[in-house]
């Protein structure tokens, strides 16, 4: 039973480029959420992702945008690049049984430097 | 922007001696979680406790909650060196929000064989 992944695992690019990270949830799950780490601090909510619409989001501009697939997998996509988002970009999945969401498993993240 | 503050943001500890890390947070919660993460990795989940809850236990860990204190700890015991890794705490609103994470700063513990 895969869990969750992601892709690529490192990838380094220059400002003002576009960044797309990818992520397969847990066989079973629906849903994705993603989270930004800097360096040496917790990780930040971005958005959530289920039944292909971003339900929440967390205070990231307009540069951060997603998408989900009927598949549930996952994109990130970061436009117009700045030094400060070079971090780790985590991704979680979940399912939501009931109205409720379980527990939230974690990828191996994708880690962004910005030059 | 964090939810809570983690203390201590370092701990270095011998083998066998017990961790402890403190989480305090500022609103209410339908449940507060701590996860593990090695070297920048992903996370790991370690236990979750509900706010109903005041103290859960998963092996070696020990976990509290006070919601009056908006705030928990994790106990590790009889640390090892292996045990040595970031610890984060991590609060879920519930409700509409359900299942989004607001974590601490996370406390980075080292144990020295």
């Known amino acids: 039973d895969a869990g969750v992944t992601q892709s690529p695992t490192h990838l380094i690019k220059t400002r003002g480029q576009q960044v797309t990270l990818r992520c397969s949830p847990k066989?079973?799950?629906?849903?994705v959420s993603w989270y930004q780490q800097a360096l040496g601090q917790g990780p930040q909510f971005i958005f959530q992702y289920y039944e292909e619409e971003e339900r929440q989001r967390g205070n990231f501009p307009d540069r951060f945008s997603g998408h989900q697939f009927p598949n549930y997998s996952s994109e990130l996509n970061v436009n117009a690049l700045l030094l400060g988002d070079s971090a780790l970009y985590l991704c979680?999945?979940?399912?939501?049984?009931?109205?409720?969401?379980?527990?939230?498993?974690f990828g191996e993240g994708s880690r962004l430097t910005v030059l | 922007s964090q939810q809570g503050e983690e203390d201590p943001q370092a701990l270095s500890i011998q083998e066998g001696e017990n961790a402890t890390m403190n989480c305090s947070y500022k609103t209410s919660i339908n449940n507060l979680q701590w996860y593990r993460q090695n070297s920048g990795r992903g996370l790991v989940h370690l236990i979750l406790?509900?706010?109903?809850?005041r103290e859960k236990h998963s092996g070696r860990l020990r976990v509290t909650l006070d919601t009056s204190k908006k705030s928990s700890s994790l106990l590790i015991t009889a640390s090892r060196a292996a045990d040595t890794a970031s610890y984060f705490c991590?609060?879920?609103?519930?409700?509409?929000?359900?299942?989004?994470?607001?974590f601490g700063e996370g406390t980075q513990l080292t144990v020295n064989p």
């Open positions: 979680a999945s979940s399912l939501r049984l009931a109205g409720v969401w379980g527990e939230l498993f």
């Open positions: 991590a609060t879920d609103a519930g409700g509409t929000s359900g299942s989004r994470l607001t």
């Open positions: 066989s079973g799950h629906d849903t």
């Open positions: 406790i509900r706010s109903n809850e």
